[in-house]
């Protein structure tokens, strides 16, 4: 029972104890046995009421057996004592059949306690005084019309169960890419503090200026690759990342010569840049470069023939990209990879992520990546 969890298992239990206490108390209302005067709740009615309603308790551990079981009891009924009228009964049948098609392992496993449930029911209204084959023919349907209403909720649960598990897939796939490239840019770091310490050791006795300079930038690079290290740990979910080359990572004034490429293209892409331009963390520099990379690719690839504009803004605290297009606006707003790894980018340093459809038509792509230590 342990696949079902523990709040769905309390949730059941719950639901089979109210319904066999209404299940029972309903066999002293005057409508019980007004179809049979003279008759009374007796043990065995309490016994089934008791027992039909307790196995829903069990409804999506064993739903292929809880439904067959609850159908037979029913069925048992009127053929050993006088069938109450009541709606408990019919209440604990509906939900058992219902959980059978939602429930079991594989609809094809189902086939067959499906089968044999309709079968029990229609047994059941074959006890009809008055009209055997219509009732027994009115039940079958029932059942049949809750497996169908059943199915449809199994395959919209089953179809949104995939699309979650798909895009935490992506999330997944995503943080492990940019773990890589945060590695790279702390393998980078590290090994311009490794040079530095080589040379400023080498010029200590002869330019303490210069030396002193050399232990500023290692004060720096370090820091800056504590930073990283910690993003790195915070969003590492797997096994370590595979070795990278110690090559520096993209920056955003190279931003000019992916816009050269995607205009060499026959692309119509506008670049416009506002605020002092001025170095980042590294870290930052590469997620701001791959948000605007990422989202002006999106751009040409999904509204083809349309006009692009990639806007970066150095602000007092932030870097702020901003992508938008003419197009028709029909790229999904949040479910593709791309857009997935721009967000996972863009929160990892604690910043603001929005992509969709434009007011007045296109498509948009905003991200702000706060910078700390620079405002005033």
Known sequence: ???????????????????????????????????VPGHHPSALHLAIAVVAASSLAWRRVFPLV???????????????????????????GIIAVYSLAVYAPTLRRAIASAALTTALFYVQGLRDPNDPIGEAVTYALIVLLILGAGALVRGYRDRADEA???????????????ARELHDVVAHGMSVVVLQARGGRRMLAVEPGTARLAFDDIERVAADCLDEMRRLLGILRSAEPEAAPLAPQPKLYELEALVDQARASGAVVELVVDGKRRDL???IELSAYRIAQEALTNALKHAPGSRARLHVSYELDAVAIEVTDDGPGSLNGGDGHG??????????????????????????????????????
């Not at 104890?17 to 209404?22: D, E, K």
């Not at 979650?164 to 940019?178: C, L, S, V, Y």
Request: charged fraction near 15%; aromatic fraction near 10%; charge should be neutral.
């Open 1 to 35: 029972m342990s696949w079902v969890g523990r709040a769905p298992l309390r949730a059941d239990v719950g639901l089979a104890a109210a319904l066999a206490v209404f299940s029972v108390v309903e066999l002293y209302f005057s409508y019980a046995f007004e179809r």
């Open 66 to 92: 809880v439904a067959p079981f609850v159908a037979a009891l029913a069925a048992l009924q009127p053929y050993v004592t006088a069938p109450p009228n009541v709606y408990g009964e019919a209440l604990v």
């Open 164 to 178: 979650e598990h798909r895009a935490q897939q992506i999330a997944a796939d995503e943080r492990a890419r940019i």
């Open 281 to 283: 963390a590294p870290a």
């Open 339 to 376: 857009l997935i790894g721009m967000r996972e980018r863009a929160e990892l340093f604690g910043g603001s992520f929005h992509a969709g459809s434009e007011p007045g038509g296109g498509f948009g792509v905003r991200a702000r990546l706060p910078v700390p230590g620079t405002a005033p």
